[in-house]
Structure formats: C-alpha cells, structure tokens
C-alpha cells in the first residue's frame, strides 16, 4: 500500500518529483523526471529549483540527483533513529555470529521497511536496502510482523491481491494464513526464495508490551550455502533481548 500525494497541491508535486528517484539513479534529467512524475514540464523545472535551492536535490552534469540535505532530513527521524541507535549492537552481534546479510525493518502500511541492512564481503544478492520497502506477505520480515499484526490489517493483507514477486511467492491467502499462524507458535518467519530467488531468509519479531510488534530482525542468505534453521536460536534471541530494551526505554509506543 502506497500513500499518493496530493497532486492538486504544491508540496504534493514536490514530494512525487523527489519520490520519482530510484534506488541505482545517479542523476535523473529534467525530461525523464517529467515522464516519471506526469507533470508539465515548467512545473518540474520550477519546483525542482525550489529543492534545489532548499538543499533538497542538487543540480548535476544537466540533470538533478537527490542531495544530502535529504539525508540529513531524515537523520531527524526520531523514532527511527533511536530504534537504530539502539537496535545496532544487537545487530552487529548477529552479523558476527552468522557472517550473513542481517536486516532491521519496520512495517508502514501494508510493507517492510527496511531501517538498517548489514553486510560483508559475502553479503547476498537482495532486492532489500536501507530505506527501501517490500510487501509483507513475500519477506520473512514481513511475515513476523504480520503475524503479530492487529486482525484488521491480516484480514486487508489476506484478502487483498498478494503480489508475486517470484515463482515462489506465496500467493494463495490460506497457504500464507497457515504461514502466520506457524509463526505465533514458534517465534519465526521462513522465506523461500518469495521475494528473491536464490534468496532464504529467517526473522524474528521484535515485541513489545502486549506482544505488540514494534519492529523485526532477519539474516538471509543464498541457498547454496545458508540454512536458515540453523539460525533460528540466535534470531529469535537478538529479537527477544532487543524487544526488552525497548520496552524498558518505553520507546516506539
């Protein structure tokens, strides 16, 4: 689920010109900014010189790229930052344990954020970056946090269409509903190559007072050489001593 802004507005035209950037652009030309966002031309030019001069994008060899102010914008971000600041050490740990890609993400709307992405020299390939988002149903992320999830959003999430993003994706809302009810008995989500293949993935929900989920942790790796269930302890342990923390800090609530 994606939120629209509201193109009958000023900022809203700002945000879709900014949102038009992709992860892999480097610098985007005013023509090829008109053709992503569908506005008129002379608007993009305008309001891409506002964000400009608001150190919002920068000016690049005839064309804009996202600037660091931006950057620096969304360092602001409380919430997630202190879940960062907080969450990293646990992180780290893992990452030293299992030598393998680990992520920390969030859901917003019907999808994982992902709010920090480690990885060494062997990392795998992941369509998965840091600020970057993927359905819930397809990641193991995403399923520990919709499993934990009010019965309202599952009910939108099952009923809803389950986007396939691989051969493997699971589509079919009872194979996925029994998924999630597996998770709520052993603390885990699996992925099988459902939002990458070649990709597996174990996560763990990071709970709050009630069970509430307030974020989830991941390692993932290619399956030539990863077995996620041979990770599910110290997942699961990261997750539970990272959801303590947080609860004790009464933050994200």
């Not at 993400?105 to 019907?110: D, L, N, P």
């Not at 996925?176 to 998770?183: D, E, F, H, S």
Request: aromatic share 4%.
């Amino acid at each position: 689920m994606t939120d629209r802004p509201d193109l009958d507005t000023v900022l809203g035209k700002a945000v879709t010109i900014l949102r038009a950037f992709r992860p892999d652009d480097r610098i985007v030309s005013l023509a090829e900014l008109v053709r992503r966002t569908g506005l008129h031309k002379a608007t993009v030019h305008r309001l891409s010189g506002d964000l400009v001069a608001n150190r919002l994008l920068d000016r690049a060899d005839g064309g804009y790229r996202l600037s660091r102010g931006l950057f620096e914008l969304g360092m602001l971000a409380s919430l997630e930052r202190s879940l960062l600041e907080l969450a990293m050490p646990f992180l780290q740990d893992l990452y030293e344990r299992t030598h393998e890609t680990v992520h920390l993400g969030v859901r917003e709307g019907h999808d994982v954020v992902y709010v920090a992405k480690i990885g060494g020299h062997r990392q795998a390939r992941a369509p998965s970056r840091t600020g970057g988002r993927m359905p819930l149903h397809c990641t193991a992320i995403g399923k520990a946090l919709l499993a934990y999830a009010g019965p309202d959003l599952r009910r939108e999430v099952l009923t809803g269409p389950l986007e396939r993003r691989t051969p493997h994706t699971v589509v079919v809302p009872s194979i996925l509903r029994g998924q999630l009810r597996r998770v709520t008995e052993t603390g885990v989500a699996f992925e099988a190559e459902e939002s990458a293949v070649g990709l597996v993935c174990v996560a763990a929900p990071v709970l709050g007072r009630g069970d509430e989920p307030l974020a989830a942790i991941s390692v993932a790796g290619p399956t030539g050489r990863f077995r996620p269930e041979g990770h599910v302890a110290a997942v699961r342990a990261a997750a539970a001593a990272l959801g303590s923390t947080l609860t004790r800090r009464d933050l994200l609530r």
